[in-house]
């Protein structure tokens, strides 16, 4: 079933690309593995996947020990600064980072560790209390402040929607999330433009996580490159 249903998730993500004329192989599968078993997740990455992403610190490092390293592994759950070192020490990308504190304990873990981590930073586009990640008003100088850390780069923004009955309802926050992106990278070009010249850099921040099994299609159709399915393949859609 797990074989069946990552053909149709991939196959779902190609329709959605098709449909605004982008490319599927620029949209990453990220499987979410929160409270999967280790067999299933075997037959996940039997069936081709590739990234696996993880809530907890805790149940990554268990699934971290029995699976081992064959794949990427993402952190897409809220970090807590204690749970700071392990997770360095396994995820290759941690998606959401929303406070300068994490942001300064994650520099430091990696440092101690002589590790480049990459983060992706939380914005909260929707606004809604209950959710984790900055303003998107925020973001800009949140990006100048951890510009300065060492030992971590920024390679993109996250966002989580609301949940509703209407995927098209979603459509808004992943749009704003885009134009975020854009803005930013505009900016870092601007600020930067004499030295991307000699390098043949534009300094992008190229991911977009966001999208998960009830509105994915619609965050690809906004510009994301990079979507968080757990449901849609362990227990079908």
């Known amino acids: 079933m797990i074989h069946d249903n990552v053909k149709s998730v991939r196959q779902k993500i190609a329709n959605a690309c098709e449909k605004v004329g982008r490319n599927a192989d620029d949209v990453e599968l990220v499987c979410v593995t929160k409270e999967v078993s280790i067999d299933e997740i075997k037959e996940a990455l039997d ?10 610190v805790k149940d990554a490092l268990s699934k971290y020990k029995a699976i081992g390293g064959r794949q990427e592994w993402h952190f897409i759950g809220h970090l807590q600064t204690n749970k700071v070192k392990d997770a360095v020490r396994i995820f290759s990308l941690i998606h959401s980072v929303d406070s300068l504190r994490l942001a300064k304990e994650i520099d430091k873990a990696a440092q101690a560790i002589n590790k480049a981590q990459d983060i992706l930073i ?4 929707s606004g809604e209390k209950t959710k984790f990640g900055i303003m998107p008003e925020e973001a800009i100088d949140f990006m100048k402040e951890i510009s300065s850390y060492g030992n971590i780069n920024t390679k993109g923004l996250m966002t989580i929607a609301p949940e509703v009955d209407d995927p098209e309802k979603v459509r808004p926050y992943f749009r704003a999330l885009r134009e ?7 900016l870092r070009y601007s600020a930067k433009q004499s030295e991307a010249s000699s390098k043949g850099t534009k300094y992008e921040i190229r991911i977009l996580s966001m999208g998960m ?18 449901k ?3 227990r079908g859609n």
């Open 180 to 186: 975020l992106r854009d803005k930013i990278n505009e």
């Open 232 to 234: 849609a393949i362990f």
């Open 213 to 230: 099994t009830n509105d994915f299609e619609v965050a690809i159709e906004e510009g994301a490159n990079m979507v968080r399915i757990g």
């Open 47 to 56: 069936a081709g996947v590739q990234i696996l992403g993880e809530n907890r």
């Open 122 to 125: 939380q914005v909260n586009t």
